[in-house]
């Protein structure tokens, strides 16, 4: 069977930056609903398109295609008293943006005496990634997955 709109899709890959270190790789096949669910990047969904199990490819993301740009309206500096004593970097929070009722994880960058910096930006913003992938398996997406917009059972969703 051929990848094509509302198949499902299971597939082992490997994440690397533009240097080819590895930053991400399945263990297990994952899967996804094919054709514009946004379970995977579109740049790959269009490269997938048409393959078959056993075909592969190699998708090279410029940073509008993963992760987007840095933004820099999400790198703020907070007062330290609004974090817990304990605070030190690399930890996360969930905040909005200014104006925003989107929620967020920010992660702390730096720290001073009296300041915190957060940033909201996904931690691979502004990288060129190199996305390979193997086709595992291809099968048709049941009515309750295409409802849903995800796939379920043992590769997927759970209710």
């Known amino acids: 069977m051929q990848i094509a709109h509302n198949t499902v899709v299971s597939i082992g890959y490997e994440l690397s930056d533009a240097d080819g270190n590895v930053l991400e790789q399945s263990d297990q096949p994952v899967a996804y609903l094919h054709g514009g669910y946004y379970g995977i990047f579109p740049a790959v969904e269009a490269a997938l398109e048409g393959k078959r199990a056993g075909d592969s490819c190699k998708v090279t993301l410029a940073p509008e295609d993963a992760f ?92």
């Not at 974090?83 to 030190?88: E, G």
């Not at 929070?93 to 915190?116: I, N, Q």
Request: glycine content about 10%; overall charge negative; some cysteine.
């Open 68 to 159: 987007g740009e840095v933004d820099s309206e999400l790198v703020r500096v907070e007062d330290r008293n609004l974090f817990p004593p304990d605070i030190a970097v690399g930890m996360q929070f969930e905040g909005s943006p200014s104006g925003s009722d989107e929620m967020r994880v920010y992660t702390v960058t730096d720290l001073a005496e009296d300041k915190v910096v957060v940033d909201g930006n996904h931690p691979l913003a502004g990288c060129v990634l190199q996305f390979r992938c193997q086709v595992e398996q291809v099968r048709a997406a049941t009515e309750e997955e295409i409802g849903h917009g995800h796939v379920h059972g043992p590769e997927g969703h759970h209710h």
